[in-house]
Nanobody, 121 residues
């Protein structure tokens, strides 16, 4: 089992910045991908950004150039630096972790409890 604890959400004005953190604990495998998803009211959950254990990254088109995902493998923690925030970024942000023992085995998936990000003047 893996536990994910998120922090860093809040209220920010348009154009502002926030940094989300997600710390993973438990039985963590070396092959893993951590990331952030978000869900706005009335909308489906969508991918924001992911980062592999080798630090390869992927971003949704809507956040490219504004958000940066990073990780500290010594702390099993992933970060999401969000700059130039827009009202459309308002959502609950969920930390996601998937892992597998080897490339021959299936993925195990875990979610954090979510943290609210509100962008409003």
């Amino acid at each position: 089992q893996v536990q994910l604890v998120e922090s860093g959400g809040g209220l920010v004005q348009p154009g502002g910045s926030l940094r989300l953190s997600c710390a993973a604990s438990g039985n963590i495998f070396s092959i893993n991908v951590m990331g952030w998803y978000r869900q706005a009211p009335g909308k489906e959950r969508e991918l924001v950004a992911t980062i592999t254990s080798g630090s390869d990254t992927d971003y949704a088109d809507s956040v490219k150039g504004r958000f940066t995902i990073s990780r500290d493998n010594t702390k099993n923690t992933v970060y999401l630096q969000m700059n130039s925030l827009e009202p459309e970024d308002t959502a609950v942000y969920y930390c996601h972790h998937k892992q597998r023992r080897s490339v021959y085995m299936g993925w195990l998936f875990y979610w954090g409890q979510g943290t609210q990000v509100t962008v409003s003047s």
